[in-house]
């Protein structure tokens, strides 16, 4: 498929074929701010309806690239376009079609969530009636609709962070960026909003694209995940595949922790359907590679026949984390402390681990 992208570029009837298929291309996508290259040559491609998320440290790139193809920042080379419009050639069109929700944005605290979106909806030159009655339904989306004539100034960050959402979708548009959408938000708001981010996917049927450095977040919700480092995708796949990759297996890996294990429990763990392979770590403890529903219960059966007692079980599936620590030789975090480093400092790390990528 990826090829047939590509080689469609040249052609009108296949690039309207492509825009069916892709809401956005990307093809060497480049921004340099003096000496820094922020983003790195880019190429990938957003499915429509998909959830696309761009995964990666501080620093990375993310909010770069998306502003790139927002039309809020021009690119220094490369191309992409956007429900089929140039970034650079088309971008009134672009930013018709296009919906940017980023903590960056200004909301005037002494007005009250519905005065915001108002202010926000008229720029748009959505006429009034229209207007009111889309602010209600999105009010009602988020759970916000008792709060209508509130002041944003009154309301918790997470109460906030909705209401700048539904900005994002107030124009209706086919694609949604999202900049860190649950960043500094307590766990319960930031499981509302990818709740919420779920839901406008799957009923307005919105293209999102949206950034985060939180693994578990890109793996809840994304269908596919680009990993990007030091302005460069080092990754893009669903995260299942991603993680595929590390492990090597489809296989979940289970740890059992078993006091009175015997041979006659090994024996039987080994028989059964469910395991792949088995292979005993200490005189207490088995990891077992498994597939299928019922293995974990069909394990626990096998040694409560025989009177073991499972003390602890761990899953040891690799994380997007591993992931990223795999690609890239260092984990997420530590970049993130790195960010305070010169960006001098950062080139010379960058060009080390990609020398040390490449091997
Ligand atoms: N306007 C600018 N001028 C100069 N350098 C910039 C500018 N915008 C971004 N950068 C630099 O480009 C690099 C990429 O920044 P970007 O904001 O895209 O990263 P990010 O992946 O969004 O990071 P974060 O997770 O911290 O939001 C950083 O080194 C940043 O300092
Ligand atoms: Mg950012």
């Known amino acids: 498929m990826e090829s047939r992208q590509e080689r469609a570029h040249g052609s009108p009837a296949l690039r309207v074929e492509n825009v069916k298929l892709n809401i956005i291309e990307v093809d060497g996508l480049t921004k340099k701010f003096g000496d820094l290259v922020a983003v790195d040559h880019v190429s990938f491609q957003v499915k429509r309806k998909e959830i696309f998320g761009f995964l990666g440290p501080n620093g990375a790139g993310k909010t770069t690239t998306i502003r790139m193809l927002c039309t809020l920042t021009r690119p220094t080379e490369g191309s992409a ?44 030159g959505i006429p009034s009636k229209l207007l009111e009655e889309r602010i209600d339904e999105l009010l009602g989306l988020v759970h916000m609709s008792k709060w209508r004539n509130h002041q944003i100034g009154t309301f918790s960050s997470g109460m906030r962070q909705r209401i700048n959402l539904i900005r994002g979708l107030i124009h209706l548009p086919e694609v949604l960026f999202l900049d860190e959408p649950t960043l500094g938000l307590d766990p319960q708001s930031a499981l509302e909003v990818r709740e919420f981010i779920g839901r406008i996917n799957d009923e307005q049927e ?154």
């Not at 499972?310 to 690609?327: Q, Y």
């Open 206 to 359: 919105t293209s999102i694209i949206l950034t985060t450095h939180m693994m578990l977040e890109a793996d809840m919700l994304c269908d596919r995940v680009g990993i990007i480092d030091y302005g460069r995708i080092v990754a893009l796949d669903t995260p299942t595949e991603l993680k595929t990759q590390v492990s090597g297996s489809r296989a979940t890996v289970l740890e059992f922790d078993i006091p009175n294990l015997s041979q006659e429990m090994i024996l039987k763990i080994e028989a059964l359907d469910c395991t792949e392979k088995l292979s005993q770590e200490t005189p207490t403890q088995l990891k077992v590679h498994v597939k299928g529903q019922d293995a974990f219960d069909n394990i626990v059966g096998a040694v409560r026949s025989d009177g073991g007692r499972i003390a602890a079980v761990r899953n040891l599936d690799p994380t997007l984390e591993d992931v990223f620590l795999s690609l890239t030789g260092h984990e997420v975090r530590d970049a993130v402390t790195e960010k305070v480093t010169t960006t001098e400092h950062r080139h010379d790390m960058g060009s080390q681990r990609r020398r040390a990528r490449v091997r």
């Open 81 to 124: 376009a956007v429900a089929g419009h140039d970034i650079v050639r088309e971008a009134d069109e672009v930013r018709e079609h296009v919906g940017l929700v980023s903590e960056k944005m200004i909301m005037y605290d002494r007005l009250t969530a519905y005065e915001n979106l108002k202010l926000f909806g008229k720029l748009y």
